[in-house]
């Protein structure tokens, strides 16, 4: 990098110390996203639970919109939303559990080899 030959040691530390400091940062929001679409995730579960308990004939969809009603006033977004992610909060856990556990872990998914 030609822009930074101009940079002494001491910056370059800094450098260094910013951009791990931002890697770090980095894995603890993605810690704490895998968290919160778990959380999304057991939402979108008992609406479902509680659909089923009660055989509504919708399949659970007012069940689920009033769950997201609920979360959305906590969070300040709308229903809709709350809803979109629950379900896409459910597909992760539930069909990506391998790449969900490594976003809890703060990393990526485990590289198969071949």
Same mark, same amino acid.
């Given at each position: /990098?030609?822009? &930074?030959? =101009?940079? %002494?040691?001491?910056? #370059?530390? @800094?450098?260094?110390g910013?951009?791990? /400091?931002?890697? &770090?940062? =980095?894995q %603890?929001?993605?810690s #704490?996203? @895998?968290?919160?679409d778990g959380l999304?995730?057991?939402?979108?579960?008992l609406?479902?639970?509680?659909?089923?308990?009660?055989?509504?004939?919708?399949?659970?969809?007012?069940?689920?919109r009033a769950?997201?009603?609920e979360?959305?006033?906590?969070?300040?977004?709308?229903?809709?939303?709350v809803e979109?992610?629950?379900?896409?909060?459910?597909?992760?856990?539930?069909?990506?559990?391998?790449?969900?556990?490594?976003?809890?872990?703060?990393?990526?998914?485990?590289?198969?080899?071949?």
């Open positions: /990098m030609t822009a &930074l030959l =101009d940079a %002494t040691d001491s910056q #370059m530390t @800094a450098l260094a910013l951009v791990e /400091m931002l890697r &770090l940062a =980095d %603890t929001l993605a #704490m996203q @895998a968290a919160r999304l995730a057991i939402a979108n579960r609406a479902i639970d509680i659909a089923k308990q009660g055989a509504h004939p919708d399949g659970g969809d007012h069940a689920i769950i997201a009603a979360i959305g006033a906590v969070q300040r977004v709308s229903d809709r939303t979109r992610r629950m379900a896409d909060a459910m597909l992760l856990v539930e069909q990506f559990p391998t790449v969900w556990a490594a976003q809890g872990r703060g990393g990526s998914a485990p590289r198969t080899p071949g």
